[in-house]
């Protein structure tokens, strides 16, 4: 009877110090949560003379039930050049939180992607770059040419493959945030 009584106390204590063992050879994984971004604030400001031109996204509930408003605040010139810049915010944080600055930071992991819907007759182009040479996003120049109208929309990528042929499709990662506004051209 004692035998048996000794053999369980060994299988006890052996199992306690086999899962309380100490494993220091192993790092905790960093997580890095996504932000939360209820606003994208687009503002495109001409060359020369003209007022400034926003375009916004907001959506304060997030993912509620709330529809996101999108505003534009006029139509862009024809045959004109537009410096560009794009803020993203937190606006359910009081002050509202500057996600643009985390974007900045981790640039090499993130990218906006400009798309042109069919027929309105701009382009664009990257004007800041990555600490490694590819492009990031914020800041893009917009170029109209004649009047028409269509959609311009703004895709920011997470982890997007770098470089890339500045498509969605080759691309890849995951989209953090897409605003699509309508645009027109006098």
Do not use: W
């Amino acid at each position: 009877m004692k035998k048996i009584k000794l053999l369980s106390a060994m299988l006890l204590a052996g199992s306690l110090f086999i899962s309380c063992s100490d494993d220091d050879d192993s790092t905790p994984a960093i997580v890095n949560e996504e932000e939360l971004i209820t606003t994208v604030k687009v503002t495109l400001s001409p060359e020369g003379d003209g007022a400034d031109i926003t375009l916004q996204l907001q959506d304060l509930d997030g993912d509620g039930s709330d529809k996101p408003v999108y505003t534009v605040s006029g139509s862009l010139a024809a045959n004109t050049v537009y410096d560009g810049s794009i803020v993203l915010l937190n606006e359910t944080e009081s002050p509202a939180e500057n996600i643009t600055l985390e974007v900045e930071e981790e640039g090499d992991e993130h990218q906006f992607f400009y798309t042109v819907g069919t027929g309105l007759d701009l382009t664009t182009e990257y004007a800041d770059l990555d600490e490694d040479g590819n492009p990031l996003g914020i800041e893009f120049t917009v170029t109209t040419g004649e009047a028409s109208t269509g959609t311009l929309t703004f895709t920011l990528r997470h982890e997007p493959k770098k470089p890339n042929d500045d498509t969605l499709n080759d691309a890849g990662g995951e989209t953090d945030v897409e605003a699509s506004f309508d645009i027109e051209i006098e």
